[in-house]
């Protein structure tokens, strides 16, 4: 896996992927579900692996308070950019460099820990979940985006791909090539929901990110048919068998509140 320390030299790729019309309909979907598990603004969102600040500045413009992260000095510099632009956002974002294993936070707490796009670069979930699960107050919510390990091979095949989709869907194959060419490991929503629950979090229902889409590398639908596909894949994002065919499993976890004495 590649260090997360290392996006360097794949940062402009990740940058124009977020404003392709297929990573617009990831954030959007994402979000939807985030703001409506959220509830009234503002509440504490810490945002590990924030990127250039897509999902960060979303949630500020939503009105809660963010806390960005990210090990990468070039993408927290374009999300400081961005930022710079919305002075409205300024008292309600904060951007910090750190990496999920460094993570500075020693007694504070946060309503929502959000992990988009970061577990499939790492060796295993196991410590980076544990650490987040960590940071979530009581009452507050876990929300992981990961690579879908049960889907690996799906985009191949749907691109026409069908030599790579074989090999690795015979070969049980755990790691394959994203959007940024660089290979990332899978991991499958049930793991995910146990590791949750393992450290004391209550799963709520998962979805499934980019299941009709998600091969359309060139993508560039006119505002109806994005509209249509983005109605599309949420209403199959809840229902198997299509959410299990998505390229990414959004899985979402609760902390009980503490009892009242």
């Known amino acids: 896996m590649v260090a997360l320390t290392g996006f360097a030299a794949v940062g402009a790729a990740y940058a124009a992927h977020c404003e392709s019309a297929r990573g617009r309909l990831r954030h959007d979907l994402v979000e939807r579900r985030l703001r409506a598990e959220l509830g009234p603004a503002p509440v504490r969102v810490l945002d590990v692996g924030c990127g250039t600040g897509e999902m960060t500045l979303r949630l500020a413009a939503a009105g809660h308070v963010v806390t960005g992260v990210d090990p990468n000095p070039r993408m927290l510099a374009v999300a400081a950019g961005r930022l710079a ?14 990496a999920v294993d460094t993570l ?20 295993a979930p196991e410590p980076a979940v544990a650490r987040l699960a960590e940071l979530v107050a009581p009452g507050g919510l876990l929300s992981i985006l990961a690579k879908n390990r049960s889907a690996i091979g799906v985009r191949e095949a749907l691109a026409g791909d069908y030599g790579t989709a074989l090999r690795l869907i015979e070969s049980g194959a755990t790691v394959s090539v994203g959007n940024l060419g660089i290979g990332s490991r899978g991991d499958t929503a049930e793991t995910l929901d146990r590791l949750a629950a393992s450290h004391g979090l209550t799963p709520l229902r998962w979805q499934g990110v980019r299941i009709f889409t998600d091969h359309l590398v060139d993508w560039r639908p006119d505002p ?19 959410r299990d065919l998505a390229h990414l499993v959004h899985t979402l976890a609760r902390r009980p509140r503490e009892a009242r004495r």
């Open 104 to 123: 500075p936070f020693r007694r504070e707490r946060f309503d929502a820990v959000c992990c988009h796009g970061v577990l499939m670069y790492l060796d």
């Open 85 to 98: 632009v919305r002075p409205d956002l300024g008292d309600r974002v904060r951007l910090v460099g750190a």
């Open 224 to 242: 109806d048919v994005y509209a249509a596909a983005v109605a599309a894949e949420w209403a199959a994002s809840w229902r198997s068998p299509a």
